[in-house]
Nanobody, 123 residues
């Protein structure tokens, strides 16, 4: 089992950058596929990015491709989301999630979730 805690969300102007962090507890963190999802008010969880165990493969939603970068540091039990060129439509609560199962894009495939961190992008 893994516990996840996100940090780094805040208010930022459009065009700015943020780095979200997700700290994980548990001795087997390196075995987990990790993802970032976001949820805007009144919306479902939306896939943002995911990374394979080992970090060899990354996956992105079309809406963030080229602007966001997911990475992981297994020595620190952490996963990161670097967000550049932020837009007002990126405003949401961002969640870190982990899974031992296959697949990357669906929230239903992720079993462990953090509490979320708010990102607000002003125009």
């Amino acid at each position: 089992q893994v516990q996840l805690v996100e940090s780094g969300g805040r208010l930022v102007q459009a065009g700015g950058s943020l780095r979200l962090s997700c700290a994980a507890s548990g001795r087997t963190f390196s075995s987990y596929r990790m993802g970032w999802f976001r949820q805007a008010p009144g919306q479902e969880h939306e896939f943002v990015a995911a990374i394979s165990w080992g970090g060899d493969s990354t996956y992105y939603a079309d809406s963030v491709k080229g602007r966001f970068t997911i990475s992981r540091d297994d020595a620190k039990n952490a996963v990161y989301l670097r967000m550049n060129s932020l837009k007002p439509e990126d405003t949401a609560v961002y969640y870190c999630a982990g899974t031992l199962r296959g697949g990357y894009y669906s929230p239903s495939l992720f079993d462990y979730w953090g509490q979320g961190t708010q990102v607000t992008v002003s125009s």
